[in-house]
């Protein structure tokens, strides 16, 4: 084979493995700054792109998604002069990546920093207890101060957490002492509570109970009442219907007695006799009428007669 035709296949050997060498696929989430003869050029998104060989070149590989920062415990002073340990975590992604790029020399670095000095201010600033009950105060401040000073390089903080804080083992015991009493506290008034409300069911209780005793003994007395009521009424009834009998039968036997005609001398004997039965009472003095008084003499004479005929 010619060593001219053997120099062209190398020549174009060598062209196609530069031609592929510049052919760049860049992946989704993806962005790669392009810098030509030594200066910013163009940033490549997801796709296929070609880049010039000898004078391009690709200066950074960006990722566009969120990045998660997890920093070391920072040492800080409270306005008290406590001092802890907090550590946090900053939420952040890249939405220029020319200013991410040449922005700041270590954009890791920066942001750990800013956020140790920007944690310090904010908790000077607070006493223990403030510090440890204003978490989403601190987050809040902390994330509007990091991304406005973030913005020149191209970065977004999403979100900034404390993630631990750790005070000096004194406060710690004496925290722990504090809710310990505390939870003893809410413990006495939960039983003091339960206490009075059940000494208020109880009495409640006793109250419904003789108020439903008294009900009872009221309706008790009620329906005895009636029940004597209706008992009289009923003697009543009867004794009313007794007279009416006795009545009727009065009415009956002088009915009877003048249907059957009685001579005087029938109606004088029978007066004779009821004031026999008369003097067979405990009266001392009883008046006779003249009328009887002769029959009376009539009948002794009678009875005299009588004797003398037995003999």
């Given at each position: 084979m010619p060593g001219g035709i053997i120099a062209l296949i190398v020549v174009a050997v060598v062209l196609l493995i530069i031609l592929v060498s510049n052919?760049?696929?860049?992946?989704?989430?993806?962005?790669?700054?392009?810098?030509?003869?030594?200066?910013?050029?163009?940033?490549?998104?997801?796709g296929?792109?070609?880049?010039?060989?000898?004078?391009?070149?690709?200066?950074?590989?960006?990722?566009?998604?969120?990045?998660?920062?997890?920093?070391?415990?920072?040492?800080?002073?409270?306005?008290?002069?406590?001092?802890?340990?907090?550590?946090?975590?900053?939420?952040?992604?890249?939405?220029?990546?020319?200013l991410y790029t040449y922005g700041v020399e270590n954009p890791m670095s920066a942001i750990e920093n800013l956020t140790a000095?920007?944690?310090?201010?904010?908790?000077?600033?607070?006493?223990?207890?403030?510090?440890?009950?204003?978490?989403?105060?601190?987050?809040?401040?902390m994330r509007t101060i990091l991304d406005e000073a973030t913005d020149p390089w191209g970065i977004k903080v999403n979100r900034v957490e404390l993630k631990n804080i750790m005070p000096p083992r004194e406060i710690q015991d004496a925290m722990e002492k504090q809710m310990k009493a505390e939870r003893e506290r809410r413990e006495q008034i939960l039983r003091a509570e339960?206490?009075?409300?059940?000494?208020?069911?109880?009495?409640?209780?006793?109250?419904?109970?003789?108020?439903?005793?008294?009900?009872?003994?009221?309706?008790?007395?009620?329906?005895?009442?009636?029940?004597?009521?209706?008992?009289?009424?009923?003697?009543?009834?009867?004794?009313?219907?007794?007279?009416?009998k006795v009545q009727e039968a009065t009415a009956e036997g002088i009915r009877k007695i003048n249907e059957s005609a009685p001579t005087d001398a029938v109606i004088k004997i029978k007066s004779l006799e009821a004031f026999e039965k008369a003097a067979d009472g405990k009266a001392t003095k009883i008046i006779i009428p003249s009328e009887i008084q002769s029959l009376a003499g009539l009948a002794t004479g009678l009875v005299e007669v009588a004797k003398k005929d037995e003999k």
């Open positions: 052919i760049h696929i860049v992946p989704q989430a993806h962005a790669y700054v392009i810098e030509r003869l030594g200066a910013y050029h163009d940033t490549w998104h997801t296929l792109h070609v880049k010039m060989p000898f004078i391009d070149r690709i200066a950074k590989k960006v990722s566009l998604m969120e990045k998660v920062a997890d920093f070391d415990p920072q040492a800080v002073i409270t306005k008290d002069n406590v001092k802890m340990q907090i550590d946090t975590v900053v939420f952040f992604r890249i939405t220029d990546c020319k000095t920007t944690l310090r201010n904010i908790i000077g600033e607070l006493d223990l207890d403030g510090t440890l009950t204003s978490r989403d105060i601190i987050n809040t401040k339960g206490e009075k409300n059940s000494t208020i069911l109880v009495a409640e209780g006793k109250k419904q109970a003789m108020i439903l005793d008294a009900e009872a003994q009221k309706q008790k007395q009620i329906l005895m009442a009636e029940a004597d009521k209706e008992a009289k009424i009923r003697q009543a009834e009867g004794e009313a219907e007794a007279i009416l």
